[in-house]
């Protein structure tokens, strides 16, 4: 709170709201969200609207939210600068390219006036695009404990949105850590047929990097009242780092099943591709491990180096999403598995998700689509995450 209140008065110049729904905060004028860990608190903001101090419930993690007029700074870069110059804070800023956008991270230390407590964090600055602001973004904990946190603080700050485009390209960190252009082409064999497409050389590592990153966050809130949401939101942010990762894997398949389909199905195409999908996944390598996320990197799935259910019915979400179908994972804790739901005109079992009824498919056993084991087919113990 000290934090906040030094800073407050050089740093809020105008208002504007911040929204809090779930764990989503955002500022639906600038046209920024935060898909924050469950559990911040929003403890105190300026009365103009442009600067936000919050504090998680159960982690000695806090965020700190500034915007600055975008004449204010010729780069968000040097608006990060004049944040940590008033916080005494010691660190560096590295600035880089993010979605086509300049941004910059910073890794810092500080110490708070009348404190005896140093803090130690990162953090992040972009130029918002609805209305141009120079957003700043900490997000630090005590400094002895800052490194058992690093984790927890990284999720909070790759879960920055500040374009619609942005909640389907990898986060701000991220793309920080992984930003090699390259790529390479790979072989998928779909129907007995091996086809080739281009993913990004990095996109193993890449994926296993948020992967692991949100298993840590999401085992956290093993005992916690948050269990659901934060299991949700562990695989929206998988959803989001790999989506894009797959755009030209994505358009090769389409490119290969897409005639056959639709001389099966000239009135719907996408039931004969996803039918073929579903019938590929089904027949791919199982593999779960125990002792960690069985969640495997969904580059490394899609060339059957091993799959789970969650996995391969996250995998199908991707890839019927980039051809317009409108997709839900669905999971259960009491069942240990999960579903994959489609919109999709086609026989079999359903659960009504916002006005959408998704029809159910079992990516781990040969069966058709809509057909779900009896001993499953209890729609309250499914859990859906709805995918941004």
């Given amino acids: 709170m000290r934090f906040f209140k030094l800073c407050a008065a050089a740093l809020f110049l105008f208002l504007a709201p911040l929204c809090a729904f779930a764990e989503f ?9 935060l898909d924050l860990p469950e559990g911040f608190v929003l403890k105190d903001a300026s009365d103009d609207g442009l600067a936000f101090y919050l504090e998680h419930e159960f982690m000695k993690v806090r965020v700190a939210i500034k915007m600055f007029a975008p004449d204010s700074y010729e780069r968000n870069d040097l608006a990060m600068e ?6 005494d804070a010691d660190g560096e800023i590295d600035g880089f390219l993010w979605n086509g956008r300049h941004a910059s991270v910073a890794q810092y230390t500080f110490q708070l006036k009348g404190n005896d407590t140093a803090q130690a964090g990162w953090g992040i600055s972009v130029t918002t695009q609805q209305k141009p602001m120079h957003l700043v ?11 058992d946190c690093q984790q927890f603080i990284l999720s909070a700050l790759d879960s920055l949105c500040v374009d619609k485009k942005d909640f389907r390209l990898p986060g701000i960190v991220t793309a920080y850590a992984f930003n090699s252009g390259d790529t390479q082409n790979v072989k998928i064999a779909i129907g007995g047929k091996d086809l ?9 590592e890449s994926g296993r990097f948020v992967i692991d990153r949100e298993f840590s966050v999401l085992t956290l809130y093993a005992k916690q009242k948050q269990w659901k949401e934060a299991w949700q939101r562990y695989y929206r942010l998988i959803f989001r780092e790999a989506y894009s990762r797959l755009d030209a894997a994505a358009q090769s398949i389409y490119a290969a099943l897409a005639t056959d389909a639709l001389a099966k199905n000239p009135q719907n195409p996408n039931v004969e591709i996803c039918k073929k999908l579903l019938a590929w996944v089904q027949d791919f390598d199982y593999q779960r491990k125990q002792d960690t996320s069985d969640f495997n990197d969904l580059s490394s799935v899609l060339q059957n180096l091993g799959s ?17 179908v409108k997709t839900e994972l669905f ?9 994959f739901g489609v919109d999709l ?5 359903r659960i009504m998700v916002d006005g959408t009824n998704y029809l159910l498919c079992e990516t781990t056993a040969p069966v058709d689509m809509g057909l779900v084991a009896k001993e499953q087919s209890e729609t309250k113990n499914w859990i859906s995450v709805d995918l941004p």
């Fill in 25 to 33: 905060y955002s500022s639906s004028y600038y046209g920024w969200n």
């Fill in 82 to 87: 004049n944040v940590l110059n008033k916080l």
């Fill in 137 to 147: 973004v900490l997000c630090y904990a005590d400094k002895n404990v800052a490194d």
């Fill in 196 to 204: 080739y497409a281009l993913v990004p050389t990095q996109a193993k």
């Fill in 308 to 324: 789970d259910c969650d996995s391969r019915a996250l995998l199908l979400c991707v890839l019927m999403e980039h051809y317009g």
């Fill in 331 to 339: 999971i259960s804790g009491i069942y240990s598995h999960a579903l």
């Fill in 345 to 349: 005109p086609y026989p079999g079992a």
